[in-house]
């Protein structure tokens, strides 16, 4: 008999987010259905973003629900999922949220015989109990009650939880260390090496300006944790024909991280060698193979680390030659099919990017090895294996 497995997923809102419960479906021949928000509003007047439609070949179905508290990712909430569950009464629910989510908690809410599976990014161990006190004592109520509520959640949802997939190694040995005892399994993003694939896009580039220039690609959220200041920093550094293709997520608010980048390359002199962009993750492939090397430049802080870098794998899928930190999985992203240079250092990217421009024999070798490294780690087949094998745990 055929596995039945409920999906629920805020992220996918957006069908190629959908591609991963698609491959379960072809590949592992399980009855795959999916719930996402109907609709969101992100910001307040602004127009709400609505679910996207399913695709004629897609082998799942979707059943998008009412969503609320979007802005609080832990309090999360899909309304009617207890309902959908009483009617699908699938054998598997994989949740996309950490333990500590009301959402794990609301999958397990309904007595159908379901195993609910949570996801974790989490690769910082952290005592949110010891947290809370350490806040309480400082007299932080504000702080105090976030890890309190972060903590009550964790142990809550670990206990509904039947089973957990850990976005990397690293998070899985924290949970192993802090007492996890069900079944655990490393469950990556997977990529679709088919819609990122390598190519040429000489128009796309005379198009932007670049057709004369070694284009250094940064696609991603534009926080400081990313280290584009660094970025900066390095193309600076470089020869001049090198330019920077930033992924800007249209984010130009007074005061945003984005606005400070521009004003540092005018501080460099380099703005006229940055050309931004906002386009649609369809649209990324295109983009990202223009680029002759992508950089992932992010620098830990006490609370964060790179916890998966989903850029790189896209990137080494289009055999486009990848440079990234040692911050959190970087490093076990990339392996041997690209450059890692220290955080916070660009003078080691700038010699890192320089050596790349160069070197073109070694720039096709790193992408023919990264997109050997995605097909066997991180396309969306792997993914869908590894939560097989999740699930044959139970």
């Not at 088919?194 to 284009?215: C, K, N, Q």
């Not at 926080?223 to 600076?236: Q, R």
């Not at 800007?248 to 380099?270: C, H, R, T, V």
């Amino acid at each position: 008999m055929s596995t039945r497995l409920l999906g629920v997923s805020v992220a996918s809102i957006y069908e190629p987010h959908r591609r991963s419960f698609d491959a379960m479906a072809k590949l592992l021949n399980w009855d795959v259905h999916l719930t996402c928000p109907a609709e969101i509003a992100f910001v307040a007047g602004k127009p709400s973003t609505k679910c996207a439609a399913v695709p004629e070949e897609a082998s799942y179905t979707l059943h998008p629900l009412e969503h609320r508290f979007y802005r609080q990712q832990r309090l999360h909430w899909f309304v009617g999922l207890e309902r959908l569950i009483a009617r699908l009464r699938p054998d598997v629910v994989f949740v996309e949220y950490d333990p500590g989510s009301l959402p794990v908690l609301h999958a397990k809410a309904v007595p159908c015989g379901q195993r609910v599976i949570a996801f974790t990014v989490e690769n910082i161990e952290r005592n949110r109990w010891k947290d809370c006190l350490d806040n309480v004592r400082a007299r932080s109520a504000k702080a105090a009650t976030r890890d309190g509520l972060v903590a009550s959640l964790g142990s809550l949802g670990s206990s509904a939880a039947d089973g957990l997939a850990c976005i990397s190694d690293e998070g899985k040995r924290i949970f192993q260390r802090q007492g996890w005892r069900k079944p655990i399994e490393v469950v990556p993003l997977g990529t679709d090496v088919h819609a990122f694939s390598p190519g040429s896009e000489d128009s796309l580039r005379e198009e932007l300006g670049l057709a004369a220039s070694f284009v250094v690609g940064y696609f991603g959220r534009l926080v400081p944790e990313k280290g584009v200041h660094i970025l900066l920093d390095a193309i600076a550094r470089t020869d001049a024909r090198v330019t920077l293709l930033l992924d800007m997520y249209a984010n130009f608010a007074p005061g945003s991280y984005a606005e400070q980048l521009m004003q540092k390359a005018d501080a460099l002199g380099i703005r006229k060698r940055v050309v931004t962009i906002d386009v649609p993750h369809s649209d990324m492939p295109r983009y990202m193979r223009c680029a002759d090397v992508l950089v992932l430049p992010s620098v830990a802080s006490e609370r964060w680390k790179e916890q998966f870098g989903r850029v790189l794998p896209e990137a080494m899928a289009c055999e486009i030659p990848t440079i990234g930190t040692t911050s959190g999985n970087i490093p076990q992203m990339i392996g041997e099919a690209g450059i890692l240079v220290p955080e916070s250092d660009p003078d080691a990217l700038s010699r890192a990017i320089e050596s790349l421009r160069v070197d073109g024999a070694r720039r096709a070798e790193l992408g023919k090895a990264g997109r050997k490294r995605v097909l066997q780690h991180f396309s969306l087949e792997a993914q869908a294996l590894a939560l097989q094998r999740l699930v044959a745990q139970f």
